[in-house]
């Protein structure tokens, strides 16, 4: 039986994790509309394609010794119909175009947010507040609308249950990350905006949050660990079994991230119940070390 075909409304789609993961959900046979600014919906097609077509992928070809450490995503075998890609310049930070998108598609079932800064500056400002106003437009946009199911590609530094989040970093990081949320401030509204999906949420509007660790340019290595909620008492910690974080870097390739997100985002509907409301630490592991995390999601 295939994966379960969607259609992803992805904000910030021309951010460097989105352009991957659409190109992956177009080649599986996912439907996308693309957010991105634009002087109009044409020229953010046009746009958008071309960044696709400038991005490059890793072979899905699995020839490494350590290949039962690898991770499903990169072995997903594309489609032989390709899904359909459209795009709007609506402004991500109205609640309108939320509204208005998923009011006139509605075989749109699925949010993908990539929202991010795009300069170390906007990290310095303590105004910058680009999250909470992407997540609060998306959450009073569906509110107006419909809910649909929420994945959000957030960031490493936020800790804890979502709705109950916390500026903090995972036990794999020296203390000094801790002095970050001074140095930059907008670490603090990651944080918030978290919260702000969290709280609005209830049965008929599941969502999951990612927090990669710090990212990288470079080829998948399908290599990564993960845990939920990072300080929960059975998740992560430097010797736990869910993810020891002694045996993981700091940091993983913004390809393995996206190719994780669309892995959950196509899982089986069961199978995604367990990941929802949880807040998703990513991060790669060492050499020598298997990738580990599985069993934690699935088992709950």
């Not at 890793?58 to 690898?70: C, R």
């Not at 310049?89 to 998108?101: F, L």
Request: a neutral charge.
């Amino acid at each position: 039986m295939g994966i379960q075909k969607r259609h992803f409304l992805v904000v910030a789609a021309t951010s460097r994790v989105a352009r991957i993961f659409i190109k992956n959900a177009l080649l599986q046979g996912h439907n996308v509309t693309a957010m991105c600014r634009a002087p109009s919906d044409e020229d953010a097609l046009r746009r958008v394609t071309q960044i696709l077509a400038e991005t490059a992928l890793t072979s899905t070809t699995l020839t490494d010794a350590n290949i039962a450490a690898t991770k499903p995503a990169g072995t997903t075998a594309p489609s032989s119909r390709p899904g359909q890609l459209k795009a709007t310049n609506a402004n991500i930070i109205r609640a309108d175009s939320y509204k208005d998108i998923l009011t006139g598609d509605p075989s749109i079932d699925a949010v993908c947010c990539f929202v991010g800064v795009t300069t170390f500056k906007d990290m310095l400002r303590a105004s910058c507040s680009i999250y909470t106003d992407t997540i609060s437009a998306l959450v009073s946009g569906m509110k107006q609308s419909r809910w649909v199911e929420t994945f959000y590609h957030s960031s490493v530094g936020t800790e804890g249950i979502p709705g109950g989040s916390v500026t903090a970093w995972p036990a794999n990081y020296n203390v000094i990350a801790n002095l970050l949320p001074v140095i930059f401030p907008v670490y603090k509204n990651v944080t918030a905006s978290e919260n702000i999906l969290a709280q609005a949420a209830n049965d008929s509007s599941p969502y999951i949050i990612f927090r990669p660790a710090a990212l990288k340019d470079t080829p998948a290595q399908r290599r990564y660990g993960y845990s939920f909620d990072t300080t929960s008492l059975d998740s992560t910690g430097l010797d736990k079994t869910a993810l020891p974080l002694r045996h993981a870097k700091i940091s993983i390739s913004r390809e393995d991230v996206a190719e994780e997100i669309l892995r959950v985002a196509t899982l089986p509907e069961q199978e995604r119940k367990n990941w929802h409301g949880h807040g998703v630490y990513l991060v790669d592991m060492k050499e020598g070390h298997a990738s580990q995390g599985h069993d934690q999601a699935e088992n709950r």
